[in-house]
């Protein structure tokens, strides 16, 4: 047998993402943007009743809470159906019958679903920050106008505190934290479909475990504090624990939107351990998947 | 010495019922081999076993004993699927994409270069015959058209053999003769061809050799000659022939001690007649 | 059975990430960033469905909803109610500096101006009482707010104007003043303030003279209208020698 032949080519892998990609796209999943864009103009507009320093505060949170919803969503219900609609269409034979190995077509398929989520995380941020921007501004407009006549020091420091609750590196660093938290589910959710019957055990499990990801970090805190009476909990406890991921440690995004300083190294490290769960499940994906009868 | 295209060797696949201890025996010691060059076609029933058959020689699903070499690489490793081209059957390409777009897939995910791609695309729209439709949603294509791009896409890396399952499956008789030429010319190319079929007469007009599964055992396989061939018996077509000159004929006959079995006017097929009518102008 | 080895691999990634988690949980505490604690406590607070939005990621929107909802209470001057609500968003969000403030500042200004006005009470001591009430009520979500986010400065200013504006007592006022003004980020007025309450306490003249004067030496910024007015009251008090006394504004 030659040896010439990469064990894992980015050129089929490419071939594959992209064309998943095309796929998803064309089911219109960027509707739900539109659904965004609403939203936040929607609460933007309860928002008037309520003082102009909480109204960024509150598009903020909303904006961040819903990117996080409609990513981890988007993440979760387009990966499941990925595995199972190629073997319905047969296409998964033709690609397979290509000199494609399995890890390929699965390393493709996600990717695919990683470039809409950060084509969708990338869009929705942009409505974001223009909406949060042209806030801003009238905020600005109307603090100039209402300290005129006040020390120039504190127009400065009111004006200041508004521009701090803008944009900023650590809105940007909090998206990046959504965008990995959404690859781990996509990346999960293949792991899942892999060995899933149906489209709707895929989800509910994803879901399942969405939820338990997010008692994961009380759960282990108990288990390394030899907390729990019994055996059989301490069991309960540790399978927990060693099973499912900390989603909530992703969930430091509420307190960035709340204002709270995180240390770069801090977000560099949330978003590592997303990218090796990320990677992780792919592979386990592929011990699944690697001799799968089709 | 030249590795066969196929080379099945005591192949037996099972596959277990979930949740009882029984296990579904679809093969049963299944050896087969296909020669370079040849027009091989599986026979059988539904639920003989020929789908499972194409899909151990495609690494799709792995034998639970036995041999499978493909140009004498075992068809587990994607290395051996680098030479064969595959058409399942009735399938199902992504609508969205244009037949040229389709085809430029395929040919990626054969580690094709651009510049090649692209001439190799144009060279088998023509060949098929699909090059004004070239830029059209496949979604908008007919039954017969979709087995055709198939097709294409199934040689897009110039593979030395190709596996069709079922390739005229739903596909009218026009459609079917267009495919039954497309495979013909392939042949002539070089390109060993497996295919399977129910459809035994086109099995019988264009393949070399078969092999019949039944319950997941391979009953026959030999040259489709020898195997029609009725032993004892001779066929005469008569053009012109009186009622008379047959009775003489079956006199004849039995004074050299055999005899006359059938005697009728001669039928054409089916298909000769629908041909004949649809393409009249 | 192939399943039964991703098993096995599975918990053996999660033997090898566990300590990681831990770690950077540890680091998350550290940051005071994991201050809410998902308890029965929570649940009976903001209900079944509340608990599980909140628990599931998205308790900043929970947050939010109970804010508004506190607002729209607030709008219908039912104060048990936005008591409640505050108590709840404060809860969920607690790395939220302006839900502490709006709480403070609903209980401390605006209640307890209904209890001392409302008519339905006659006796002018219960209303009294009640308003008092309230001022410890925003004293009381300011100082959790404090210790929830001691990085801020704008909680302890707010406590500031709580301790001056409703308690009148300005040595308190003086020393929230001081406490904001350390905090990097403080607004520039923290340190003037802190030394103007300190003016108004009796028997601490000398030492709010000296924090003015320092100030007014700082140069043209400083020199704001109420600071020369309370350094020349300081300057009659402590007798200061003519020489030494800021010149008067000319106007």
């Not at chain 1, 998964?92 to 494609?100: D, F, N, Q, W």
């Not at chain 3, 924090?211 to 350094?231: H, I, M, S, V, W």
Request: aromatic fraction near 8%.
């Amino acid at each position: 047998m030659s040896g010439r032949r990469p064990v894992v080519s980015l050129r089929r892998i490419n071939a594959i993402a992209l064309n998943t990609f095309t796929e998803l796209t064309r089911l219109k999943v960027f509707y739900f943007l539109l659904l965004f864009a609403l939203l936040l103009i929607g609460s933007s507009a309860l928002m008037a009743r309520i003082t102009f320093q909480q109204e960024l505060q509150v598009l903020k949170d909303v904006a961040l809470g819903a990117m996080s919803i409609f990513a981890s969503l988007l993440a979760i219900l387009a990966t499941a159906r990925l595995l199972p609609q190629d073997v319905e269409d047969r296409t998964i034979y033709t690609i397979l019958a290509k000199p494609v190995e399995r890890f390929e077509y699965l390393a493709g398929k996600l990717g695919g679903v990683l470039l809409l989520l950060a084509l969708s995380v990338l869009l929705m941020s942009v409505v974001f920050f223009v909406v949060l921007f042209l806030r801003q501004q009238t905020l600005l407009a109307e603090t100039a106008r209402q300290m005129t006549g006040l020390p120039s020091a504190e127009a400065a420091d009111a004006q200041a505190n508004i521009r701090h609750a803008g944009v900023t590196t650590t809105l940007v660093l909090a998206i990046v934290i959504i965008y990995c938290k959404a690859a781990l589910l996509a990346s999960l959710t293949l792991f899942i479909s892999t060995f899933a019957t149906t489209n709707i055990f895929t989800i509910v499990t994803t879901v399942f475990v969405y939820f338990i990801g997010h008692l994961q970090g009380t759960a282990r805190e108990y288990w390394l504090q030899n907390a729990g009476s019994t055996v059989g909990r301490r069991l309960f406890l540790g399978a927990i624990a060693l099973f499912f991921p900390d989603l909530q440690l992703f969930n430091v995004v509420d307190d960035v939107a709340a204002g709270a300083v995180v240390p770069v190294t801090l977000f560099a490290k949330t978003a590592g351990l997303g990218v090796a769960y990320t990677a992780i499940y792919l592979l386990f994906a592929w011990a699944v998947f690697y001799r799968k009868e089709l | 010495m030249t590795d066969p295209a196929v080379a099945l060797e005591k192949i037996t696949k099972t596959f277990p019922v979930p949740f009882q201890r029984r296990v579904i025996v679809a093969l049963r010691d299944v050896s087969l081999r296909v020669s370079t060059g040849e027009i091989y076609g599986l026979l059988g029933p539904n639920g003989s076993g020929k789908s499972t058959t194409l899909k151990i020689i495609l690494g799709l699903v792995s034998p639970t004993r036995g041999q499978v070499q493909i140009f004498g690489h075992d068809a587990a490793s994607a290395q051996s699927r680098a030479n064969v081209g595959f058409l399942p059957e009735s399938p199902y390409f992504p609508k969205y994409l244009t037949a040229a777009e389709m085809l430029s897939f395929y040919g990626k995910l054969c580690g094709m270069r651009r510049r090649e791609l692209a001439k190799r695309v144009d060279e088998l729209l023509e060949l098929v015959g699909l090059t004004a439709a070239r830029d059209r949603r496949l979604g908008t294509f007919s039954k017969g058209m979709l087995q055709r791009i198939g097709l294409a896409q199934a040689v897009i890396n110039e593979p030395e053999m190709v596996v069709l399952d079922e390739p005229t499956a739903g596909v009218d008789p026009a459609g079917t003769r267009v495919i039954r030429d497309l495979i013909l010319e392939l042949k002539r190319r070089g390109v060993t061809i497996l295919l399977s079929s129910h459809l035994l007469g086109q099995v019988q007009e264009i393949c070399d050799r078969i092999g019949i599964l039944a319950n997941g055992a391979l009953v026959r396989d030999g040259r489709v000659d020898e195997l029609l061939i009725a032993p004892d018996q001779t066929e005469l077509v008569l053009e012109h022939a009186s009622p008379q000159l047959v009775d003489r004929i079956s006199k004849a006959a039995a004074e050299g001690g055999a005899s006359v079995i059938r005697a009728a006017p001669r039928h054409r097929s089916l298909e000769q007649v629908f041909l004949e009518a649809t393409t009249e102008k | 059975m192939r399943l039964g080895a991703v098993v096995i691999a599975v918990v053996l990634f999660g033997a090898t990430k566990l300590p990681l988690e831990h770690q950077l949980d540890a680091a998350h505490r550290r940051l005071g960033l994991r201050a809410v604690e998902f308890n029965l406590d929570l649940r009976e607070q903001i209900g079944q469905l509340g608990f599980i939005a909140a628990l599931s990621g998205f308790r900043a929107i929970v947050a939010d909803m109970l804010f508004i909802e506190a607002h729209a209470a607030w709008e219908q001057t039912d104060w048990a109610r936005v008591l409640l609500l505050f108590r709840e968003v404060t809860t969920l969000q607690p790395r939220e500096v302006l839900f502490w403030d709006m709480a403070a500042w609903h209980m401390a200004w605006n209640a307890s101006t209904a209890a001392v006005n409302d008519r339905s009470q006659p006796r002018e001591t219960l209303r009294i009482k009640a308003q008092r009430e309230y001022f410890a009520l925003g004293k009381d979500f300011l100082e959790r707010g404090i210790r929830n986010n001691p990085d801020r400065p704008q909680l302890y200013e707010a406590l500031a104007r709580l301790y001056r504006d409703k308690y009148r007592d300005h040595e308190r006022a003086s020393e929230w003043f001081a406490k904001a003004a350390a905090v990097p980020g403080a607004m520039s007025y923290d340190r003037r303030f802190a030394a103007y309450e300190l003016s108004y306490c009796e028997g601490r003249e000398q030492q709010a003279y000296e924090r003015l004067r320092a100030l007014y030496d700082e140069g043209e910024k400083e020199r704001l209208p109420t600071l020369l007015k309370r350094l020349k009251f300081l300057e009659e008090q402590l007798n200061i020698p003519p020489d030494q006394r800021i010149p008067e504004v000319v106007r």
